[in-house]
């Protein structure tokens, strides 16, 4: 393991601290990090401590793009448990747009019933939250979703309204 891989690591393990100053920090240095802290990130969303999820999720969060694949990945995986797909779809619906285009090309692929739901509800969350605080460049990354069959339209009007 290298110096900048230690330094991950280390970070990763104060998102467990009890004290705001410890882990905020670590929060904004794992930002800073980027892409190279996702695979470390991703891991710390299997943790036993609801706290090190928490904040690990809200990093990539704010890592944002880089972030999606491990995230999705995180999703589409059989092993993963409810709290890792939980805060991995919570930590997508938060990046935002860009995530609803991925997801929705993977919705279409996709046979798993469950994965389709999992998937559904990252959209449906995303554009909930864009419709809250919308702007022209939300409008029109959203005109993509006419495609959409009218059940999926259907559950993304309920999560909206």
Not at 46 to 65: D, H, M, P
Not at 100 to 109: D, F, G, K
Request: aromatic content about 4%; overall charge positive.
């Amino acid at each position: 393991m290298n110096r900048k891989q230690q330094r991950i690591e280390t970070l990763v393990r104060r998102l467990a601290s009890s004290k705001s100053f410890g882990y905020n920090d670590a929060m904004v240095e794992l930002h800073r990090k980027g892409e190279e802290a996702v695979p470390a990130l991703v891991e710390a969303l299997k943790s036993e401590n609801k706290g090190v999820r928490t904040r690990a999720a809200w990093t990539l969060s704010e890592i944002s793009e880089p972030a999606v694949p491990a995230l999705v990945e995180l999703l589409e995986k059989e092993s993963a448990t409810a709290s890792e797909r939980f805060t991995a779809k919570w930590a997508l619906a938060k990046i935002g747009m860009p995530v609803v285009e991925i997801m929705s090309a993977r919705v279409r692929e996709t046979r798993d019933e469950r994965l389709r739901e999992a998937m559904m509800e990252v959209i449906g969350r995303t554009v909930a939250n864009s419709a809250r605080r919308p702007n022209r460049e939300t409008c029109g990354r959203l005109a993509f979703l006419q495609p959409f069959h009218t059940a999926a339209r259907q559950q993304i009007k309920r999560l909206v309204v």
